[in-house]
């Protein structure tokens, strides 16, 4: 079956630009209705949706975070990345990535998950 | 952006209890909702879907009822692996929210 691993630096220095990649394994990024996701969880609190990808390259993000967000797909790689810039403390956080299932437009939901990997922001 | 809330926050329960957790939605989202569990220090992962569906392999004793802004998640008996938090989760409009969690402890 699918499954994805996030994997990428766990420290980055205040107003660096954190990066993450997702490797998808166990089948290709380009089958299917399928969105791919990045979603994240301060320790001890809840998740937050940051954005998603569809294969074609069309994108949507979280409005809080559009202005610093960027996400893109390699199809070639079978993963797909994220690009935080201008972090600062309140960026650390377990960074997720997830397959968005998509029926219809409106009928979503994220499975499975990546494992997950901590970022730190901290000089 | 669409709102989520939860109850309760937390709730402890003993092996074998029903358990039922509510969310509620800051408008319609019809029956564009999914429930999740997470056990510390793993990924959430898909119980139900679209409200009242059955993610393949979840244990029947769980379920999801509701539509519109009021959803329920129900556990009919608690089992030792369960205890975990809950989060629900909209898919109506972008971007998607979570509820903020209902942890499940032991009594």
């Known amino acids: 079956q699918v499954q994805l691993q996030e994997s990428g630096p766990g420290l980055v220095k205040p107003s660096q630009t954190l990066s993450l990649t997702c490797t998808v394994s166990?089948?290709?990024?380009?089958?299917?209705?399928?969105?791919w996701s990045w979603i994240r969880q301060p320790a001890g609190k809840g998740l937050e949706w940051i954005g998603r990808?569809?294969?074609?390259?069309?994108?949507n993000y979280n409005p809080s975070l559009k202005s610093r967000v960027t996400i893109s797909v390699d199809t070639s790689k079978n993963q797909f990345s994220l690009k935080l810039s201008s972090v600062t403390a309140a960026d650390t956080a377990v960074y997720y990535c997830?397959?968005?299932?998509?029926?219809?437009?409106?009928?979503?939901?994220?499975?499975?998950w990546g494992q997950g990997t901590l970022v730190t922001v901290s000089s | 952006d669409i709102q989520m809330t939860q109850s309760p926050s937390s709730l402890s329960a003993s092996v074998g209890d029903r358990v039922t957790i509510t969310c509620r939605a800051s408008?319609?989202?019809?029956?564009?909702l999914n429930w999740y569990q997470q056990k510390p220090g793993k990924a959430p992962k898909l119980l139900i879907y679209?409200?009242?569906s059955l993610q393949s392999g979840v244990p029947s004793r769980f379920s999801g009822s509701g539509s519109g802004t009021d959803f329920t998640l129900t556990i009919s008996s608690l089992q030792p692996e369960d205890f975990a938090t809950y989060y629900c989760?909209?898919?109506?409009?972008?971007?998607?929210?979570f509820g903020p969690g209902t942890k499940v402890d032991i009594k």
């Open positions: 990808i569809y294969t074609s390259g069309s994108t």
């Open positions: 166990g089948g290709s990024i380009s089958s299917g209705s399928y969105y």
């Open positions: 408008q319609s989202i019809s029956s564009y």
């Open positions: 679209a409200a009242s």
């Open positions: 989760q909209q898919s109506y409009s972008t971007p998607p929210s």
């Open positions: 997830a397959r968005e299932l998509t029926v219809a437009g409106k009928n979503n939901w994220f499975d499975p």
